[in-house]
């Protein structure tokens, strides 16, 4: 086994990847210093990314700590069905593509909450953005910050707060450049996540086929389907051990296309990248990304399946834990430690811009949400372009500043991995994507429906999470919308919980819009949508129909 110690090549090859980022970063901001639409240019890099940039950043930003190391320790947990996540992800970012962005391009929609005051009212729009500002800083922004110093920290000998402090500053470099330079500095931070992660998912499974007396990726990858056959099923059954997380086919026409499509279609910090581009470029990004999202379970679970067999045959030691104290969430930095020196470099790099970059671009949309549906509606609605990016400016630093110093005090670490941090996800996302949906293709819904889906959506998740402390839900069992956890007690799993949510909230904003319909005048309000919008071109076509085609074989080949 190789020693975990963190060597000067390491921390060379470390090193040469933080200059070239930080250098590349200010050439991009030196270079493309514009002196029109100052605060769009810097928010959302209007008209300055090109279609790999937008599909790279939206990568960056999407791949974290908690994918790293959550969705590796439930490769470990229950195996390649974690990867649902990914791979609906990629299809879910065609639906974007297609139907979405041409209704944010057509109406000029820059932020969320814009596009809400548009379609219903400004209480609805204010709410929102206040919504997501608390739920960036508090929840996202520590939990990214605070997870990934732990990772790079456990790999490198730092501790937290140093590497908290190292990880914050070197994202507020980034965003202080504003999104050109967000976008541009993604393209090599993927290039280091995804080599880096090819490198360890490569070493992995060589260091199980050597194990077995053999070696190559391929002896080692046949020896995981061989040895852990269960790891490789994608689609659960219901006497599987973690049917609540992943509850069979529901994973895929279910609560998992509503929590993807919330994730990559409603929200600022993804779909940020793609709202300063013309449709066409924006949408070969989104492809792009798509594409991108295919590499995922390669890069992030597959190492986690690895150290499963590793561990089983013992060959990780104590490292994972001992019995009941195996924590899956150490797979992925456990791994990290039996790389030789040098590659250990490369993958710390691979972490630390995964962390960066998911960090950066959480706070350049914080700031946008702020100056744009915050600070410029409630303070000073003339202010000048200039002075809204120095208010984006001062945002992102103190934003990174309460990260910093709340991140310890949230118990992040003791919370779970990444199936905690979907589920609680999922307490919004019914609720939010209803009140998106309904806006673009259904135009009597009014404002207060909004307001229903976004507190009825959240209170609904709420009493199904807590419903079977309450009653017995075994009659829901036969048509396997209920199974027992680990005490017995039938629960409805938490991605069906979303589905049902979500078909409640659309009934009630259809019953509210429908007995009290807006005035006239206000009925005209809303957003332009007609059909010819959503025509692609034979080229994204062609596209999305390969990695359609790469999803029903891969669902087909291990269902």
Not at 3 to 21: A, K, N, Q, R
Not at 297 to 304: E, K, T, Y
Request: with cysteine; aromatic share 12%; charged share 10%.
């Amino acid at each position: 086994m190789q020693s975990s110690t963190f060597s000067s090549l390491d921390t060379f090859v470390f090193f040469v990847y933080f200059i070239i980022v930080a250098g590349y970063g200010f050439w991009v901001y030196k270079r493309k210093q514009r002196s029109a639409s100052a605060s769009h240019d810097y928010f959302l890099a209007e008209g300055s990314l090109t279609w790999w940039a937008i599909g790279a950043s939206m990568i960056a930003s999407n791949i974290s700590a908690e994918q790293f190391i959550g969705m590796s320790g439930s490769g470990f947990k229950m195996g390649m069905a974690i990867a649902v996540y990914e791979l609906m992800g990629a299809f879910t970012l065609i639906l974007v593509a297609v139907f979405f962005m041409p209704i944010y391009r057509r109406n000029r929609i820059y932020t969320m909450p814009q596009f809400l005051e548009q379609r219903y009212d400004s209480t609805v729009a204010t709410v929102m953005a206040l919504f997501w500002l608390s739920l960036y800083v508090i929840v996202n922004l520590t939990s990214i910050l605070y997870l990934g110093a732990l990772a790079i920290g456990a790999i490198a000998g730092i501790d937290v707060w140093t590497c908290m402090v190292f990880l914050a500053v070197f994202a507020v470099i980034i965003t202080l450049g504003g999104m050109k330079v967000i976008g541009y500095t993604d393209v090599i931070q993927v290039l280091c996540l995804v080599l880096g992660g090819l490198v360890t998912t490569w070493l992995a499974l060589d260091l199980v086929a050597q194990n077995n007396g053999g070696g190559g990726v391929m002896a080692g990858f046949n020896h995981l389907l061989g040895v852990a056959p269960d790891h490789f099923d994608m689609v659960l059954t219901r006497d599987n051990p973690n049917y609540l997380d992943l509850p069979g086919v529901s994973i895929l026409i279910g609560g998992m296309l509503i929590v993807n499509l919330n994730y990559w279609g409603c929200n600022q910090y993804i779909i940020q990248r793609a709202l300063g581009a013309d449709l066409h470029t924006a949408r070969k990004g989104i492809l792009f990304a798509a594409g991108l999202k295919l590499l995922m379970p390669v890069i992030v679970v597959l190492p986690g399946i690895a150290a499963f067999v590793l561990h089983q045959q013992g060959v990780l030691g104590a490292s994972m834990g001992v019995g009941a104290d195996v924590n899956p969430d150490r797979a992925y930095p456990v791994l990290l430690t039996l790389l030789p020196t040098g590659l250990k470099g490369i993958a710390f790099a691979a972490l630390t811009a995964a962390v960066v970059a998911s960090l950066a671009g959480k706070a350049n949309s914080i700031a946008t949400i702020y100056t744009f549906d915050i600070h410029k509606k409630a303070f000073n609605k003339g202010i000048s372009e200039q002075r809204m990016v120095w208010i984006g400016r001062v945002t992102v630093v103190v934003a990174m500043l309460l990260a910093v110093l709340i991140a310890p005090f949230m118990g992040i670490d003791k919370k779970g991995g990444f199936q905690y941090i979907q589920e609680y996800t999922g307490f919004v996302s019914p609720g939010i994507l209803a009140m998106f949906l309904m806006g673009f293709f259904w135009r009597p819904a009014t404002a207060s429906a909004a307001m229903f889906a976004t507190v009825g959506g959240f209170l609904g998740s709420i009493i199904l999470k807590f419903l079977p402390g309450l009653m017995d839900l075994a009659f829901l069992a036969p048509i396997g919308f209920a199974v027992p956890n680990s005490a017995g007690v039938y629960e409805i799993p938490f991605v069906d919980r979303m589905a049902i949510v979500f078909v409640v909230v659309i009934i009630g904003m259809v019953i509210i819009s429908k007995l009290w319909p807006k005035a006239g005048l206000e009925q005209s309000k809303g957003v332009e949508v007609e059909a010819s919008m959503f025509k692609v071109q034979p080229g994204f076509a062609f596209g999305a129909t390969v990695i359609c085609i790469a999803l029903i074989a891969i669902y087909s080949a291990w269902w």
